[in-house]
């Protein structure tokens, strides 16, 4: 099998997060190649920048506008790109035990939109960046990766990360020094990266909690977690006695049904270790059955 077949294949059978690793290398493959190219023939090599980087200024962007999306595969450095990937690929799979596949590729994509929406309209309002405003622009998946973290973080922040010499840090620190490395690094440099990620941040967690809340709902799917499936049973006819036992033992299996969810959810959250000795006896006794 040649080496293409191989790394189709791998592509093919490979998760979500896989294939955006496969497809943000891919790019910044060509990326070289064609710089390699544009050095031999003399031909201009900032080529990619200029059709698929995100402008700062509104009346570029208005000529290019996929560049809201195309940046964010976009890299040009290695330690730039090796951050982001291992960042998508550790992020990306514990957002996966909770989402679906789809909804991680849409926070991926929805992300680097409002990241980049943010990016060009600070350019464009504030002040402070009046003169950059023709100089600048915009590349790389962190945007697109701060919507998937913060989305999961809001979703489960009391979730811990063991970190070595550290120990357990609940997932709500993490999303805060996260913010606030962007924030504080805003007047320092690469402005308009650190807001692009805070739009991105600020898409995963809004998206989140108003679903949470049920008070919002975005073009594409529901998340599972936010989806209640309830189950059809056939009607039968029972005599009075019966129904009264049956009453009675639906009863219990609901009350005993509820306390498990519950209990599964707070699992979920924060870990089994969380449980207290009396929710562990129970769980256990209702495995017996």
Not at 169 to 178: D, F, G, P, R, T
Not at 251 to 268: C, H
């Amino acid at each position: 099998m040649s080496i293409l077949e191989d790394l189709k294949n791998r592509f093919k059978y490979a998760g979500v997060v896989e294939k955006l690793i496969y497809v943000n290398i891919g790019v910044f493959l060509f990326v070289f190649i064609v710089n390699t190219f544009s050095f031999l023939f003399q031909a201009p090599s900032n080529f990619m920048l200029e059709w698929f980087a995100l402008p700062a200024s509104f009346s570029e962007f208005l000529s290019k506008p996929w560049t809201i999306i195309t940046y964010g595969f976009l890299h040009t450095g290695f330690i730039h790109i090796l951050f982001n990937l291992i960042a998508l690929y550790y992020i990306g799979n514990l957002f996966k035990q909770y989402f679906t596949a789809k909804q991680l590729l849409n926070f991926y994509l929805l992300g680097t939109f409002f990241g980049g929406l943010i990016f060009v309209l600070s350019y464009n309002i504030f002040p402070a960046f009046q003169s950059q405003v023709h100089n600048n622009i915009l590349i790389g998946a962190s945007a697109g990766i701060s919507a998937i973290f913060i989305g999961v973080a809001t979703y489960i922040p009391n979730y811990e990360v063991r970190f070595p010499l550290i120990g357990y840090v609940k997932l709500w620190i993490l999303a805060c020094i996260w913010i606030a490395i962007d924030v504080i690094q805003i007047p320092v440099s690469n402005a308009g990266g650190h807001l692009a990620h805070i739009g991105g941040a600020l898409f995963g967690y809004l998206y989140v909690f108003y679903n949470s809340n049920k008070q919002l709902t975005i073009y594409f799917n529901t998340p599972k977690i936010f989806q209640k499936k309830r189950k059809k049973t056939p009607l039968k006819t029972v005599h009075k006695t019966e129904r009264r036992a049956t009453y009675s033992s639906q009863k219990s299996k609901s009350t005993n049904q509820k306390e498990i969810d519950n209990i599964l959810d707070k699992i979920g959250k924060s870990g089994y270790d969380t449980l207290t000795k009396e929710e562990k006896e129970f769980l256990f006794k209702q495995g017996k059955k």
